[in-house]
């Protein structure tokens, strides 16, 4: 019989299922947690040995290689973190003050503050259920009622400001639809940069992703799948972008023995050697992360397959992710039910929380351009991240 309780889930449960997936904890079990069991004393010992701990060194170099022959993309860039990568790379796609730039409501601030660093204006639109990022074809018909194609350019006809670009976000390291989302950036000459902060080790139709867009960003924030204790980086196909790319985040200097000259304004974005260091040695690791955190998954799936009411979230056929963050959805969106699970878990020394808050929700974007947004609305009512590090299943975290 439906009832007002119809769609209540059983909080007890919930906290049962991810304690009984991951053994029997005893402290307070983080969201994400990072892990160092590989190369990391070593490649940061010897920074420390031999000075190059800053600015220079053998290891930018070598980590910038090594990510992008893991990414599958001809060059990339080391940052300090990866908003600093998203605004360069929203930068060397030409964004400029007064364009408008596309992307999701439901993404971390970061990517909205990306494009308002450039003094552009984030327009928000919505994602599908499928993914949890940007749906093709909501922005497909959403840019046939307001965008038109002139000498090139897209321009909002509402707002008589060009559309530069567009960001795709993998969220919780999920792919976007890449297919259909480069076709409908095609149709409307837009750029397009990936927020692949989160997609280390994800894989769309088998190909890397952050090697589709013009330009891509990557993160290696503490909480991120692998760490430089801060970092980003910019990947790109473009050896002309990957060098302005180089030249932007150093200052613009123009190289020379002795003297300082600039030739624009550049950032001192450059990823620190002992950063890169740490780095290198988390590379070596994160596809023995990726299968670990994909193992945790399936045992969540597994553990929540019993409870009325909620399901984990599971990617579509065709992207192989890294699941950096496990989610639960409920059937029904409920903010009372995602409270109380979020109260229940917590108090039982699980960290959850719920997704960020759309973009809209929050004062610095209240006032932004925006498509209607139900499927954001929607999962910000239902989804809830659950204790996703990859050695929690093998009880390391103890
Ligand atoms: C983490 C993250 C960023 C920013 O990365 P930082 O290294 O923290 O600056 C940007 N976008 C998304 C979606 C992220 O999750």
């Keep these: 019989m439906l009832n007002s309780m119809s769609h209540s889930v059983d909080t007890a449960a919930v906290v049962a299922a991810i304690t009984k997936t991951l053994g029997r904890p005893q402290a307070f079990i983080p969201l994400h947690e990072p892990q160092f069991v590989g190369n990391e004393w ?5 920074c420390l040995d031999t000075g190059w ?12 290689a090594d990510v992008a022959e893991f990414c599958g993309v001809k060059h990339a860039v080391a940052v300090v973190n990866g908003t600093a990568a998203l605004h360069v790379s929203l930068l060397l796609c030409d964004v400029q003050p007064g364009d408008e730039v596309l992307a999701p409501a439901l993404t971390f601030i970061a990517t909205a503050n990306a494009i308002q660093y450039c003094h552009a204006v984030p327009h928000l639109v919505d994602v599908e259920e499928t993914t949890l990022g940007l749906s093709p074809s909501a922005l497909d018909a959403y840019l046939a009622e307001i965008a038109e194609v002139k000498n090139g350019a897209c321009w909002n006809r509402q707002t008589g400001r060009r559309i530069a670009a567009v960001i795709p ?7 976007v639809d890449m297919d259909p989302m480069l076709a ?3 149709k409307y ?10 997609s280390l080790g994800s894989y769309y139709k088998g190909q890397h992703t952050g090697g589709f867009g013009r330009v891509a960003a990557m993160s290696f924030n503490g909480n991120k799948i692998m760490t430089t204790g801060g970092g980003g980086m910019v990947l790109t196909n473009d ?3 990957a060098k302005r790319a180089k030249h932007m985040t150093t200052t613009a200097k123009v190289p020379h023995r002795w003297e300082f000259t600039h030739d624009m304004v550049g950032f001192n974005y450059r990823m620190p050697n002992i950063n890169a260091a740490l780095g290198c040695a988390q590379l070596e690791r994160v596809s023995q992360s990726v299968v670990e955190k994909r193992a945790l998954f399936a045992a969540y799936q597994a553990a929540f397959a019993e409870i009325d009411g909620v399901s984990l979230f599971t990617e579509p056929d065709g992207c192989q992710g890294n699941y950096w963050l496990n989610a639960l959805l409920l059937d029904v969106p409920d903010l009372v039910v995602r409270d109380a699970i979020l109260v229940a878990t917590n108090d039982a020394g699980l960290m959850t929380r719920p997704a960020w808050n759309l973009m809209h929700h929050m004062g610095p974007y ?13 999962l910000l009512q239902r989804l809830i991240n659950i204790p996703s590090s990859p050695q929690l299943l093998d009880g390391r975290h103890a």
């Design 53 to 64: 701990v800053s600015s220079v060194g053998k290891y930018v170099d070598r980590f910038e």
């Design 42 to 46: 070593n490649y940061v010992k010897d």
């Design 189 to 198: 000459s837009l750029a397009v940069v990936e927020d692949a902060a989160e």
């Design 184 to 186: 409908v950036a095609d």
């Design 239 to 241: 050896i002309a972008l």
């Design 366 to 378: 209240q006032d932004c351009p925006r498509t209607d947004l139900p499927v954001s609305e929607n």
């Design 169 to 175: 976000m993998h969220t919780f390291g999920c792919p």
